[in-house]
């Protein structure tokens, strides 16, 4: 099968579930990065739901898009979302980040279909991705590419090599999603090294560039549905959005980078959450 089809209500109803999961597994693991997950779940929902041609019966279909989650430490949201689409059993999900379980705490391949590579260190994703572009525009194949960066990634050097590449080679079948929550491991983005102005930096580069709103699904349906949105371009997409989204008392707090929930605070987020319903 492609990309499903379900109604935006379906998939923010699945983004729900996800954050639900996401708690249960980084609670259950003793692990980070809730806030960091927290703030992909409606890009990722979205992309695999309505977006991406992929064949969850089938991971290595040659001409399948290939995506990429550069953030790896984005990790749970991720698998969550592989077990919702049908990579593997949701059962998986209860092993997250256990000594010699398939779920390792950073995004890793080996074992785990769906997964196209393993990534944590950051500045990975979108070179990788450049190459897999590349490589699908040279074999004719109707592959593209989608890298999810967070913000405080930008940092890496590695990224603006690739930012360059990307345009030179017009690969218009990469699109970069960048994760722009403002928080990073130590502090707010405009403290540790401010981006500002992000865009213009992107467009100066030579992509094809957009903004919206990360959390509101019929941006992200837009943006995402029509890519690429210049010939021979690789497409930008800044999306804005919130550490920790979901649960109130968790968003825009860099305690959340790190810190897993307690028994009370787990049990407060999933309350909050059934409340979304």
Same mark, same amino acid.
């Given at each position: ?19 639900? #999961? ?79 379980? #398939? ?175």
């Amino acid at each position: 099968m492609n990309a499903f089809n379900p109604s935006i209500d379906e998939v923010k109803e699945l983004s729900r579930r996800i954050r639900m #999961q996401v708690l249960q597994m980084t609670h259950r693991a003793k692990s980070s990065h809730v806030g960091s997950c927290f703030s992909i779940v409606d890009l990722l929902t979205v992309l695999y739901m309505k977006v991406l041609r992929v064949r969850p019966d089938e991971p290595d279909w040659p001409d399948r898009d290939r995506f990429l989650l550069s953030k790896g430490h984005g990790a749970a949201a991720l698998y969550a979302t592989l077990a919702e689409r049908g990579f593997f059993p949701r059962e998986w999900l209860t092993e997250f980040y256990a000594d010699g379980t #398939q779920l390792a705490g950073h995004v890793t391949h080996h074992g785990v279909p769906g997964v196209e590579v393993s990534t944590g260190s950051l500045g990975h994703g979108l070179p990788l991705g450049c190459g897999m572009a590349l490589a699908a525009k040279r074999d004719g194949r109707p592959v593209r590419v989608f890298a999810v960066m967070s913000d405080g990634e930008c940092d890496e050097g590695s990224n603006w090599e690739a930012a360059l590449f990307a345009p030179h080679h017009r690969l218009d079948n990469l699109t970069a999603i960048i994760d722009y929550n403002k928080i990073q491991s130590f502090g707010s983005v405009e403290e540790v090294l401010n981006l500002h102005p992000l865009a213009e930096k992107w467009r100066a580069f030579g992509w094809a560039v957009s903004e919206i709103d990360g959390h509101n699904y019929e941006q992200i349906v837009a943006a995402l549905e029509n890519v690429p949105t210049q010939a021979n371009r690789p497409t930008c997409i800044i999306a804005h959005t919130v550490k920790g989204k979901g649960v109130s008392f968790m968003e825009g707090q860099l305690l959340w980078h790190y810190r897993p929930p307690d028994v009370s605070e787990l049990q407060a987020a999933l309350q909050e959450l059934e409340g979304h319903r």
